[in-house]
């Protein structure tokens, strides 16, 4: 019988999550996670009478993951398309008489299973937003430590404005705090599934909305407005959560990776002993956490088409879409929770060289501040004639390598109207940042606010 280590989990898992993930979303925690729905349920309804009173300490003394066979159960789940099946079977056996009679008592397959898919996604959560505070912490942090350091700002991969490498970090700062807030909003929002073989609770009488009640408060689930066998809505609100802090953590780790080539070097990710190896190149400090958080954001965004396509379910009970849920919400969990973990761990050990910052934004001889030119000569001699005369002084610069300056004031509609040290004021980045500062002020604020 296979144990862990022998899952594709095991071998290629902890390269993209974590030890503590991989645990909270592994077989083992999905047994545990229906065996609490099961004793959950039970609890709740001896609580308002429905089952003997002393059954649920009896039904709860046997549910243990560590009593089940996690991989009997799989096995034998192909019967009957679940394991809550088996595992009900033997719950009842191991509890005995009389108690076993009330084990499973008016519920039906996926009340435990979408129970226990909550169950796992609140555990998981937890894990996943320890990461994300402490990679807001690290984002707000290099981002007040480099408010004023001068870098290249990039779009379309060229050189555009200058820009501080602080309002890059409030950027990254203020994506990693709205997915941390729309992950908080759905958690506080994960309901306990009760609804028996069709969603009316019938095998409870008139009982059914009471044991619901008792239910969620056992394990601290919300308490939904009647079951959601067929309303994947909260499942899918759920996915997109976790698709998009595997996107927030991708953009973070790329623009490293981007810093990272060698003929920019502006930033790396933590040194470590091995880290960023390779197998043939001694020379080489790859960018593996970026590489992981990648693949993560890739494989990510596959789940979360599968979690939306399960939405069209049929009638009152799926065929198939719910089926499809399970192993795909656990993988998102682990993937989301592991691109933030390795994202935070880049951006708290984060080497920043400040020098190569400042070397790069020198590296086209000052046409990065070309807009500013032409703003200051636009009311002296018309928009049009200050893009023309200024676009062509850039492409000179380019073509020759001299200096930017020296290429403007050769053009009279420049020199006519701009002095030498005119011109050098409009060319220094530090004076052309707009509205940085307040930017990464607000965007400072606004996480503090938290």
Known sequence: ??????????????????????????????????????????????????????????????????????????????????????????????????????????ATSQDI??????????????????????????????????????????????????????????????????????????RTRLPVELGGAAGTLASLGDRGVDVLTAMAAVLD????????????????ELAGALGMLTGVGSKISLDVALMMQTEIGEAS?????????????????????????????????????VIFAAMADEHERGLGGWQSEWETLSALLRLAGGAIANT???????????????KNLDLTGGILLSERVVLALAPKSGRAEAARAVREAAARCQASGRAFVDELLEVPAVSSHLSRSEVDELLDPSGYLGSTDAFIDRALAAYRSR
């Not at 937890?126 to 942090?141: N, Q, S, Y």
């Not at 004023?148 to 555009?160: D, K």
């Not at 689930?221 to 899918?236: E, Q, S």
């Not at 935070?344 to 400042?358: I, N, Q």
């Open 1 to 106: 019988m296979p144990g862990e280590g022998g899952t594709t989990e095991g071998l290629f898992g902890p390269i993209v999550t974590t030890d503590e993930l991989l645990a909270a979303t592994s077989g083992r925690a999905w047994v545990q996670a229906m065996l609490d729905a099961e004793a959950a349920l039970a609890r709740a309804e001896e609580g308002v009478a429905v089952i003997p009173a002393g059954s649920a300490a009896l039904i709860e003394g046997s549910c243990d993951a560590g009593l089940f066979d996690i991989h009997g159960l799989g096995s034998a789940a192909r019967l009957g398309g679940n394991p809550v099946i088996p595992l009900v079977d033997d719950l009842r056996e191991k509890v005995g008489a009389p108690a076993a009679d009330w084990v499973h008592w008016g």
């Open 113 to 186: 299973l979408d129970t226990a898919s909550m169950l796992i996604a609140s555990r998981s959560i937890a894990i996943i937003d320890a990461d994300l505070r402490a990679l807001c912490d690290a984002c707000a942090e290099l981002s007040e430590r480099h408010r004023a350091t001068l870098m290249v700002g990039r779009t379309l991969l060229q050189h555009a404005l200058p820009v501080t490498f602080g309002l890059k970090a409030a950027g990254w700062l203020t994506s990693a705090s709205t997915g941390r807030s729309a992950l908080e909003a759905v």
């Open 221 to 236: 689930l919300a308490v939904p407005p009647l079951p959601w066998h067929a309303d994947r809505t909260v499942v899918a």
């Open 269 to 305: 990710e933590p040194a470590a002993a091995s880290r960023g190896g390779s197998s043939t190149l001694p020379h080489k400090r790859n960018p593996v956490a970026a590489a992981a958080v990648s693949s993560a954001h890739r494989q990510a965004s596959a789940h979360v088409a």
């Open 344 to 358: 935070r761990e880049t951006v708290a050990g984060l080497e920043v060289d400040a020098g190569a910052m400042a």
